[in-house]
């Protein structure tokens, strides 16, 4: 993991143990202000759906589930479902959706679970579930299932103003500059990202490394939560961030910086957040699971209509969910994307997804990339049977079975697990059929 920089980060949101928690990476805490009290609950808007015909046979096990969720605009599927009494509709009556300060304590409270005061499922970060899995950022294995991917694409990289006139975008050889302007002012160099090893570490590192920067070496890359990088940047605590929206579109509302690229341009359609629970929670609740997993999917797809995207964003904004202003997120969602540098595109092909192109299926292909990555970087041993780890914690299985029951045409249900070889915007291939290949293709790595 590459050093961690000694430049001062504030953190406005959780305890001081929380923060401590985050300038540390990947070290548990127990602390009780990191579990339950952390969480914002949420009562329910009226059911505006018709409840489904529940059969004795399918009605679910238990009726309450408690859902974490950061405040990310991919975290809207569990904020509908809930809004919009979609939970009801299957007979998840008491499910509770609630706001964590950030992702280490998301795994804190999943390791306590609900009977001790934290939570069995959450809207997180693809590879988290593989980490907690191994125990590497948990205080022993904790099993995790993956039920669904939340969305696609939605991600950005921002850089701060003292870097416009660099006109900074997919390239990254040009932080080069970076380096030598922040030399000649005698300042550390500092790139943040959201968890070691989670999706925002992954973009930011594949960035950086594919212009020719080692991330282990050239820049400290550490950990801030996501609603608290716009803030950090405020206060030049950072060079450049890699975070989900609406940061990235508010940095750029509120002057402070500009977009140089979505991740939509780094890999289109690329896979993101993903809708995991505790294994024991499912394998004790079944049905249960079941009935959250067809909840979720048909949120994504209501979420995913053009007509319904207005009114996501005005609930999402909310102060009980994000506390932001709908200018933030209504942009990127509908593809208009403002970069902040003179820069302007509409692209919804490039704009996050929550259901069209399969975004909701867990491709096992693309969980296979996510492990390589994390064994380029040294998070996991390169000897780590990847195949089997996703295999036990991926459960396409549930998503097909959810799918089938709420209508999604058979049609429009993958038949297979992987989604071919993926192509990234600088040509590098992956072939899910030979990860060696792919990692041992590549120049700057760890391993």
């Known amino acids: ?30 602390d009780s202000a990191n579990s339950g009290s952390n969480a914002t609950d949420s009562a329910a808007a009226p059911s505006t759906l018709p409840a489904a015909e529940i059969s004795p046979e399918e009605a679910p096990e238990i009726t309450t589930a408690k859902l974490g969720f950061i405040a990310l605009t991919d975290s809207a599927p569990l904020i509908i479902a809930k809004e919009k009494g979609i939970f009801d509709k299957y007979g998840m009556t008491g499910v509770e959706v609630l706001k964590q300060a950030s992702w280490p304590v998301t795994r804190d409270n999943m390791e306590l679970g609900s009977g001790g005061g934290g939570i069995d499922g959450a809207h997180i970060l693809t590879p988290m ?22 969305n696609v694409n939605g991600q950005g990289i921002s850089v701060g103003n003292d870097y416009t006139d660099l006109k900074i975008g997919t390239d990254s050889s040009k932080m080069t500059e970076v380096f030598a302007k922040a030399k000649a002012n005698n300042k550390e160099l500092s790139a943040a990202m959201t968890f070691p090893g989670g999706t925002h570490d992954l973009w930011l590192r594949y960035w950086l490394a594919a212009g020719g920067i080692n991330p282990e070496t050239d820049i400290s890359v550490v950990p801030v939560p996501p609603p608290q990088m716009v803030a950090n940047m405020k206060i030049g605590a950072m060079e450049t961030f890699c975070v989900g929206e609406p940061w990235n579109a508010q940095l750029v509302n509120q002057k402070q910086g500009y977009s140089a690229l979505v991740t939509g341009e780094l890999w289109q359609d690329h896979p993101e957040k993903a809708f995991a629970m505790r294994a024991d929670w499912v ?20 979420c995913d209509l053009p007509e319904n995207q207005q009114e996501m964003c005005e609930i999402v904004s909310q102060d009980k969910w994000f506390k932001v202003p709908v200018e933030d997120i209504i942009g990127r ?16 092909n490039i704009s996050m997804k929550f259901w069209r192109d399969n975004a909701s299926y867990p491709y096992k292909s693309h969980d296979l990339w996510f492990l390589t990555e994390n064994i ?8 780590t049977d990847t195949k089997a780890l996703v295999d036990k914690v991926n459960r396409s299985d549930i998503w097909k079975e959810a799918a089938k029951a709420i209508g999604v045409a058979e049609t429009d249900i993958p038949t297979s697990d992987s989604r071919g070889v993926e192509t990234f915007f600088d040509g590098v291939k992956f072939d899910p059929e030979d990860p060696k290949a792919y990692l041992d293709s590549l120049k700057i790595k760890k391993v």
């Open 1 to 30: 993991m590459s050093k961690i920089s000694r430049r001062k980060f504030i953190f406005t949101t959780g305890t001081t143990a929380a923060a401590a928690l985050l300038i540390n990476g990947c070290t548990s805490s127990s």
């Open 129 to 150: 579930p593989y980490l907690m899995t191994l125990g590497k950022v948990t205080k022993q294995p904790l099993p995790m299932y993956i039920l669904a991917r939340l």
């Open 283 to 302: 394998d004790a609740n079944p049905k249960a699971a079941l009935a959250m997993t067809k909840a979720v999917l048909e949120a994504q797809q209501w």
């Open 333 to 348: 969602i509908q593809g208009k994307i403002d970069y902040g540098n003179g820069r302007t595109v509409e692209d919804p």
């Open 376 to 383: 380029r970087w040294g998070y996991i041993p390169a000897d």
